[in-house]
């Protein structure tokens, strides 16, 4: 359709963005303005206001995912009004979240005999959060039977000082006293050991971390799974493993396939995970996955009975969309086993590369090579002289635009400040190489600046925890 000259000129649309009117006006920040804007210039004064934050691929502080396929996020973005509480109207998508459990319960080895039991969820603090009440309900359910009075004591929950923040949250929402093994230099993950001599019939169970946040580390869930075989076989106040695989449980299955720490042990009962960490979808996704009904009271399941549907549920958010279970669906059927170990693994070489050029600078001591999770983690040699702190090689790394954070290790180890890289997917090789460069170039400009540098104890945090 033509249109005369006259009709087109009246036409806002034809504006220049930074010529109009609206987008030379201040913007009403915290008071809803009286009238509205064109899109395309909301759009770009939106743009505008997170431009100068940090760019998300060259943060190397956070595990969750800064990258998928084109395909995946139109995906998402397209099915971004479904519900995925709405599980009566859109039951292929129930169906899709469905075939995820189900994969994700074949990865870690679970037995369809035993009849496991899964659900997605906002990420793993969720995950976490429901795992810890099934622990909590079902630990009830049996001292209750043995004639325990569950009211003398707090239950408690034992677990590395190592733990993601999620688990203190649990314990504070939910009043149960988390009972903290420190870690020591020499491990820094779960001291076995204390862990077993921790128990008591007050105890709902304890969570062995794959990987540890602070350090990339894994817990030996295998031995623990051993001695809690034991001690079960001793007592009637029976205790059980739950598995934090909120990094590791999309990654090892690929990379470490022969490493033993899942539903093949028979004590471990629930683990959760990720979906936009190393499941390779953006934020937010996550699973947990019980090994059998008798872990999960059916107190907690909720028949939700929603325009004329009944389903079975288990959150504890309800609305939401649906297009991140969607992602995760993509994901495994783009990728297969071959693809994500093909990506696993060469995250892995790259967490290899960076790791030995670090270890062969002379200012820094390895604390994790990446041999578990790709994830690097250094402290400042005992040895080196500089006057200036890793703080301050942080915010010289930052003004090259990557993003590394600087923070004490937790309680007991406090006194040991460290460095954190996080190797994702969308940071390859070549870019690997421009990280070494700029960080040896960061090393060089600290070492001839005349600064004035941080005072050697100001703390500061970058947020390492995700
Ligand atoms: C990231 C992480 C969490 C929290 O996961 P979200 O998905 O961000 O909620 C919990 N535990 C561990 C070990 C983690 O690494």
């Given amino acids: 359709m033509l249109q005369g000259k006259e009709n087109r000129e009246n036409h806002e649309y034809l504006e220049p963005i930074f010529g109009s009117n609206a987008e030379g006006r201040l913007l009403s920040k915290y008071k809803l303005s009286q009238e509205p804007v064109h899109p395309k210039i909301a759009q770009q004064l939106i743009k505008d206001e997170i431009m100068d934050e940090g760019n998300a691929r060259q943060n190397l502080a956070t595990f ?66 429901l795992a810890g009440m099934a622990m909590k309900f079902s630990w009830r359910n049996r001292v209750k039977k043995l004639g325990l009075d569950i009211n003398k004591k707090k239950p408690t929950l034992i677990i590395s000082s190592g733990y993601q923040v999620c688990w203190e949250k649990f314990a504070v929402y939910f009043d149960i006293e988390l009972k903290t093994i420190p870690m020591d230099k020499e491990n820094m993950t779960l001291d076995i050991e204390k862990a077993m001599a921790a128990i008591d019939e007050y105890t709902i169970g304890i969570v062995g971390i794959l990987g540890i946040t602070y350090t990339g580390k894994y817990d030996d869930i295998e031995t623990l799974n051993t001695l809690v075989e034991n001690y079960n076989q001793q007592t009637d106040y029976k205790v059980y493993i739950h598995v934090d695989a909120a990094s590791g449980g999309l990654y090892t299955p690929f990379v470490n396939p022969e490493l033993t720490w899942d539903f093949r042990l028979n004590n471990v009962i629930s683990i959760n995970t990720s979906g936009h960490k190393y499941g390779l979808v953006y934020p937010g996704v996550g699973w947990a996955i019980w090994r059998g009904k008798e872990y999960l009271p059916k107190e907690l399941i909720f028949e939700v009975s929603y325009l004329g549907g009944d389903v079975p549920t288990m959150a504890i958010n309800f609305s939401h969309s649906a297009s991140h279970i969607i992602g995760q669906y993509y994901n495994f059927l783009r990728f297969g086993f071959e693809g994500y170990q093909a990506i696993h693994r060469k995250t892995q070489h790259v967490a290899t590369f960076i790791a030995k050029e670090i270890n062969e600078m002379k200012e820094f001591n390895l604390i994790n090579d990446g041999s578990q999770l790709p994830v690097l983690c250094y402290s400042l040699s005992e040895k080196a002289t500089n006057p200036w702190t890793l703080y301050d090689l942080s ?46 170039a960061s090393l060089t400009e600290l070492d001839n600046s005349q600064l004035v540098f941080h005072k050697e104890k100001e703390l500061k945090d970058y947020g390492f925890t995700h």
């Fill in 64 to 129: 969750c995912q800064t990258f998928m396929e084109t395909e995946a996020t139109e995906l998402m973005a397209e099915t971004l009004n479904k519900n995925a509480i709405d599980k009566s109207e859109y039951p292929r998508v129930a169906e899709l979240e469905n075939r995820c459990v189900n994969i994700i319960a074949d990865l870690w080895n679970a037995d369809k005999a035993e009849g496991f039991l899964g659900t997605s969820t906002i990420g793993s603090s969720e995950a976490c959060m």
């Fill in 395 to 440: 915010d010289r790394l930052r003004m090259r635009g990557w993003q590394v954070p600087t923070y004490p290790l937790p309680k007991d180890l406090d006194s040991i400040l460290v460095q954190r890289i996080v190797i994702r997917e969308d940071l390859g090789i070549n870019l690997a190489h421009e990280f070494i460069e700029d960080l040896k």
